[in-house]
């Protein structure tokens, strides 16, 4: 890797200065080059790999924790989409030992304490209930941070992660204990509504999540469904299908 240094992390003349990457011997696209440099001089890549966390994407979920008090000790969570881990080391460490994390993902990860993890792709017809055998009971969280690799066409991508997140519901109805939590990643453009109308139905409260760690420029955002009814479907079958944007 070929890497033009305009001074590390550090500041000349009280501008930031970035580290460019370049396409040496045209062996790297341009798509490719343009999120090596992303990497490098994003502040939460940075700092994960300052405080051990196997993603930036760990920060999203502590933020959300934080905030709603989602991860408690003694819990059996289910991760989704779990490679390369950070998500499950946050839970981990929540959770504690009297706590279960069991986390699925395409790709294998390296193991992390207190984490059961399988590669498994959770399209596959028999994934639900495969997972359900590992877990062997219920769950007090269902996270996924599954995506589909995009096209770059807004929304048809928008519609593949859509997809996920539903089957990623229909799972969480399937496993989750009264007043669990169900959060997923989504894209930004409109088409999640009867998304959001089932999951009002079966929760006592659903809301959008942008946290900090997800770049500004990116159209993700996370439902997250808190308060699970166990499957009664309180909510009124007319009750408009919104969510309270954070």
Known sequence: ???????????????????????????RTQSSKLWLERQLNDPYVAQAKRDGWRSRAAYK???????????????????????????????????????????????DIETIAGVEFTVMDFNDADAPDRLKAMLGGLAQGVMSDMAANTTGHRKTDHLKIIALAELAA??????????????????????????LASLKRDFASVRHVKPKASR????ELYVLATGFRGGAGAARDDEPATADDD
Request: proline fraction near 5%.
């Open 1 to 27: 890797m070929s890497v033009a240094k305009g001074g590390g992390g550090g500041r000349e003349g009280g501008r930031s200065l970035k580290i460019k990457v370049s396409s040496k011997h045209g062996r």
């Open 61 to 107: 979920l502590i933020e959300m924790d934080e905030r709603y008090n989602l991860l408690k000790p003694g819990q059996n969570i289910v991760d989704l989409g779990a490679a390369p881990g950070g998500w499950a080391q946050v839970a981990s460490k929540k959770v504690g030992p009297r706590g279960r994390v069991i986390g699925i993902d395409l790709l």
């Open 170 to 195: 229909d799972f969480a109805r399937d496993v989750l204990a009264p007043g669990g939590f169900f959060v997923s990643k989504v894209f930004q453009g409109g088409s999640e509504t009867e998304l």
């Open 216 to 219: 500004a420029g990116s159209p």
